[in-house]
């Protein structure tokens, strides 16, 4: 696990996970995620505008021998582009093995899944709440409240992330704000992920 000793304490919040040492640290704006986003239009003239911020995570790799576990932050912030909620990428992972679990620390989303097929389903985040997939299924993480979602993040280590998949043909869903809360809708750019 990089440089450090185990066992090891960290305090599970950001700026517990921002001090933690040798951690490392990603911070994705609208310019870094223009392809993932629904509604092109919607995403250049917010980037005519400003560069927001839409997430931030933190991860540790285990590098060690035996068994071990990597770890992660991720915080979303609240906000919309157009008419959908702030996102991350989403990946899959790449050999289709390595499960994954997220357990909700503060605010409020959703979870999407697909594997390559397209079938997909929305899981519920919320605090005090554990999100787990199996390694086939994509996940991608959505905001649909007014504060940021923070979530820790747990996998097996040296998973290879395939965000070139979700690039190229997005999600079958896509959640979109609507008057009677988020909606998950068909996404007409959606292709088969082969």
């Given amino acids: 696990m990089n440089s450090h000793n185990l066992p090891f304490l960290i305090s599970v919040n950001p700026e517990g996970f921002q001090s ?18 629904y509604d092109k239009s919607a995403v250049s003239s917010m980037l005519m505008k400003s560069d927001p911020l839409i997430y931030e995570y933190w991860e540790m790799e285990y590098a060690g021998t035996g068994n071990g576990l990597s770890f992660g932050m991720t915080c979303i912030q609240p906000g919309r582009i157009g008419n959908e909620y702030f996102l991350t990428k989403g990946h899959f992972h790449a050999d289709g093995v390595g499960d ?8 409020k989303g959703l979870v999407l899944l697909s594997d ?12 005090a709440k554990i999100c787990y997939y199996p390694g086939h299924l994509a996940h991608r993480t959505i905001n649909t409240g007014i ?32 008057r009677s809360g988020p909606e998950l809708i068909n996404n007409p750019r959606f292709s088969l992920m082969n």
């Fill in 20 to 37: 933690f040492p040798n951690m490392h640290h990603v911070q994705r704006h609208l310019s870094d995620l223009q392809d993932y986003f």
């Fill in 100 to 107: 994954e679990m997220h357990m909700i620390l503060e605010g």
């Fill in 116 to 127: 390559r097929e397209g079938n997909s389903m929305c899981m519920e985040m919320l605090p």
């Fill in 147 to 178: 504060k940021p979602l923070v979530f820790v993040g747990i996998w097996q280590p040296n998973i290879v992330h395939d965000y070139e998949t979700i690039k190229r043909s997005g999600f079958p869903k896509v959640v979109l704000a609507s």
